[in-house]
Structure formats: C-alpha cells, structure tokens
C-alpha cells in the first residue's frame, strides 16, 4: 500500500504542475495552440478547433519526460 500511496501523491504533484503550466503558458508570448498544422475551421454559427501540431508536440514532450522517469526509476 505504500507504493500505491506515493505514485497517487506523484500523480498528483505533476498534475497540479501540468495547471500550473497552463496558467502561466497563457500569459507567455509563446502562442501554445495556435501552431502552424493545427486545424481551425470558422463558418458564420460554427467554429471547429483540432489542436493537431499541438497534440502531436505535447505526446512528444510527455513520452520523453516518461521514458526519462522510467529509466531514472530503476
């Protein structure tokens, strides 16, 4: 039960950091979400967003920091 107890807490440390990133990133000239590739579809009652280039940079980023962490575990 002690392992399950300290992976919850570390789940919930890098959570709380991934909000706090979100709230900053915004104030941050970095334009996050609005990257060349991703989709943006606007017609007079509609607006259809798909973060494709973002999604597929923050998959990229998340494995590297997870594979680090796998190999910084063992």
Sequence with gaps: MDSIGKSLVFIGLLI???GLMFIFFEKLPLNI???PGDILIKRDNFTFYFPLTTS???????????ILLSKISK
């Design 56 to 66: 597929i940079i923050i998959s990229v980023i998340l494995s590297l920091v997870f």
């Design 33 to 35: 979400g609005r990257l």
């Design 16 to 18: 709380m950091l991934i």
